[in-house]
């Protein structure tokens, strides 16, 4: 079956630097993956996604890089801001989603 | 329109009653979703709705009971519930299913229903 994980509950960072999420997955046949973030008292909000065919994609301020040898992809939010402060999901093909990290920006 | 609606946004209910959730969305999307979401955990699947049909159901109790009268409603009956129940219930929708390998299958989420079992 479709597992994916992430690897740190909690992560801090000054605003204005860059911030790193990561997220493992077991299947190696897996095909696409999201990724999501949940402000308090919100719905998850779609990021960013990615194929199996891609080793990286861009958005606006984020990137998201997989590496399918090591079955671990990563979010990059550049020049973090206050409003990125959310927990952050991946999720893999199944909508299985990971357990989350949350991302404190300090001021 | 770009926006999932669900009601209530609160709902408190006993282990006998029969209640139900609504999510509504206006952006021509074919596939709906129900996720429930328990306090520090992520969203779990529940149902998939494909072209108003049920396309996956991830063994849930029947005591949750999905239905799609048309393309922009998506309700969720509850039936004798259990206090174990009580979580947030979101729905979300996307243009095409999420399976399909197109570029349109981005999910839209509502703010979800916080539901309270006694």
């Known amino acids: 079956g479709e597992s994916v994980g992430l690897h740190l509950p909690t992560l801090s960072v000054q605003e204005g630097d860059n911030s790193i999420i990561n997220c493992a997955y077991s299947?190696?046949?897996?095909?696409?993956f999201i990724w999501y973030k949940q402000e308090s008292g919100k719905g998850p909000q779609f990021i960013i996604d990615?194929?199996?065919?891609?080793d990286k994609r861009q958005g606006q301020r984020v990137t998201v890089l997989l590496n399918k040898t090591v079955k671990h992809l990563s979010l990059q939010i550049a020049a973090t801001q206050p409003g990125d402060s959310a927990v952050y999901f991946c999720?893999?093909?199944?909508?299985?989603f990971g357990t989350g990290t949350r991302l404190t920006i300090i001021p | 329109d770009t926006e999932v609606t669900q009601t209530p946004k609160h709902l408190v209910m006993g282990m006998t009653n029969k209640k139900s959730l609504k999510c509504e969305q206006h952006?021509?999307?074919?596939?709906m979703y129900w996720y429930k979401q328990k306090a520090k955990k992520p969203p779990e699947l529940m149902f998939v709705?494909?072209?108003?049909?049920?396309?996956i159901n991830e063994s849930v109790p029947s005591r949750f009971s999905p239905e799609c009268p048309n393309s922009s409603l998506l309700n969720l009956h509850l039936h004798a519930l259990q206090p174990e129940d009580s979580a947030l219930y979101l729905c979300?929708?996307?243009?095409?299913?999420?399976?399909?390998?197109?570029?349109?299958?981005?999910?839209?989420f509502g703010p979800g229903t916080r539901l309270t079992v006694l």
């Open positions: 990615i194929r199996s065919n891609m």
């Open positions: 299947n190696s046949a897996s095909d696409y």
């Open positions: 709705y494909s072209y108003e049909k049920l396309s």
């Open positions: 952006m021509g999307h074919r596939a």
């Open positions: 999720a893999g093909e199944k909508l299985t």
């Open positions: 979300a929708s996307s243009q095409d299913d999420y399976r399909s390998i197109s570029s349109y299958n981005e999910q839209f």
